[in-house]
């Protein structure tokens, strides 16, 4: 029992950048072999793949819009195809299309439950039935700090992040006689491009909220994702693990 994922398959949304690629890095790392989605990034994820094959990890890497039904079943044939099973499914990849409500439109609310809450349950229908199969996977679904306190400005990405939360225990409760364990990672205000799009004044009221004083580093998320990817947490099953530096208590 370790941390060591040597033998195991992981397969993570959006990785080329941000908390993904952290994730894509630690998991390859702890000796996984690491499959990783994009949009439309095609040169960050060749760029990744390649520097991850230079240090002798196996990884491969496939241009699928969460949002798309038919994308995510092709994705997972195709990793199931290559490695023959996927041990582990992180729903990382997520967008914010930020506005209060008066100006928020239905193209915004769209876009983003389509991809942030319709991505996560597409990929796990996906693996749903080759996990239950084999009776084991980890599906580790990053939700937000947004999901569980509200924020003005984010009401569609709030709805997504906390869908992600009940959806995720939904499935842990169905899974769990298969061996699938279902988690949630809620991270706090992590440093990347999507909270750098933030106003300035934006961050440093969330960042004076933080008990611990700093925001999160993207391998601070892909540490709690390692732990969710380890038979460390084996008997863990419908947890919330909020990664946000004290914010949400
Ligand atoms: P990011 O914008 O830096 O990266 C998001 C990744 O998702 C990118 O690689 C992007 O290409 C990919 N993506 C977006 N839409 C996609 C689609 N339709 N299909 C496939 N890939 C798509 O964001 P990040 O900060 O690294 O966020 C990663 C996850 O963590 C998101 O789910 C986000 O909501 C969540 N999160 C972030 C923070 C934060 O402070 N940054 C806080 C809490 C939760």
Redesign the pocket.
């Known amino acids: 029992m370790n941390l060591d994922l040597s033998d195991k398959t992981a397969l993570i949304?959006?990785?080329?950048?941000?908390?993904?690629?952290?994730m894509v890095e630690t998991l390859a790392q702890a000796g996984a072999r690491v499959a990783f989605?994009?949009?439309?990034?095609a040169e960050?994820a060749e760029s990744l793949k390649a520097e991850l094959e230079s240090q002798g990890y196996e990884c491969l890497s496939f241009q699928?819009?969460?949002?798309?039904f038919a994308a995510a079943e092709k994705t997972v044939k195709d990793v199931l195809d290559a490695w023959g099973k996927i041990d582990v499914l992180v729903?990382?990849?997520?967008?914010?299309k930020d506005g209060l409500m008066i100006r928020m439109t239905e193209g915004d609310w769209d876009a983003v439950i389509?991809?942030?809450l319709k991505?996560v349950f597409n990929f796990s229908k996906a693996v749903y039935r080759p996990m239950m199969k084999q009776r084991s996977g980890k599906i580790i679904n990053?939700?937000?700090?947004?999901g569980v306190m509200g924020n003005p400005g984010q009401a569609n990405?709030a709805a997504?992040?906390a869908g992600i939360i009940g959806f995720s225990k939904s499935l842990a409760k169905e899974l769990g006689s298969r061996g699938v364990t279902v988690n949630v990672v809620?991270?706090?205000?992590?440093?990347?491009?999507?909270?750098a799009a933030l106003s300035e004044k934006a961050q440093e009221a969330m960042l004076g909220a933080v008990p611990l004083g700093r925001?999160?580093s993207?391998q601070d998320?892909a540490n709690a994702v390692l732990f969710l990817s380890s038979s460390y947490s084996d008997y863990v099953t419908g947890h919330v693990l909020h990664v946000?530096g004290g914010l949400a208590m």
Not at 13 to 22: K, L, P, Q, V
Not at 64 to 68: G, H
Not at 91 to 96: D, F, P, R, V
Request: proline share 6%; charged share 15%.
């Open positions: 949304t959006g990785g080329t950048r941000g908390i993904g690629r952290s989605t994009y949009r439309s990034s960050e699928s819009d969460v949002a798309d729903n990382n990849a997520g967008i914010t389509g991809t942030n991505g990053i939700s937000s700090v947004v990405y997504s992040k809620a991270p706090g205000y992590v440093a990347t491009d999507m909270t925001p999160a993207p998320v946000d």
